[in-house]
């Protein structure tokens, strides 16, 4: 009978360890810093080849800085400076700001594209970070034409 008694004792002692790395992991995934946000400031509507502009506010919680490439896509495809593809360090306390000037005589789907890039003399001593996760993020808005 006494060999059945320490196994019980043990029990309630293991279920509390067990309860608090429970909690300590929950508390560490609810820490997550967002490795990328955007903000994109863009109208919904215009008028045919009216001038355009869409800005984009990138920015990171990572303590790190990492290169990032910008760019638009656009179906139906939209030419001029709408192609224009930029890198630039990002910190996280130095958002960065794009602006995409552009005309076009049809309604476009327009897709926001920011990656995560090793590349060499963007940053600072060219300290930079390339996340595990995901290294593309990417929003979708639609340009009506009317």
């Known amino acids: ?12 002692a293991a279920l509390l360890l067990v ?9 560490a995934l609810e820490n997550r810093r967002n490795v990328i946000d ?18 984009l506010k990138v920015l990171t919680e990572l303590r790190e800085c990492m290169v990032i490439k910008t760019h638009l896509q656009s179906n139906p495809q939209i030419e001029g400076p709408f ?6 360090c990002l910190c996280e306390d130095t958002p960065v700001t794009f602006f995409w000037d552009f005309q076009t005589n049809r309604t476009a789907k ?21 996340p595990n996760e995901a290294n593309r993020y990417y929003t979708v808005r639609t340009l009506f034409i009317g």
């Open 110 to 130: 327009i897709a926001i594209v920011v990656d995560i890039i090793n590349e060499k003399n963007i940053c600072i001593e060219d300290i930079s970070v390339v």
């Open 1 to 12: 009978m006494r060999s059945l008694q320490l196994p019980l004792r043990a029990g309630p």
């Open 38 to 55: 955007f903000d994109v400031d863009f109208p919904q509507r215009a008028r045919a080849n009216e001038e355009v502009t869409l800005k």
């Open 19 to 27: 309860l608090c790395l429970q909690l300590g992991f929950n508390k």
């Open 83 to 88: 192609n224009y593809r930029y890198t630039r």
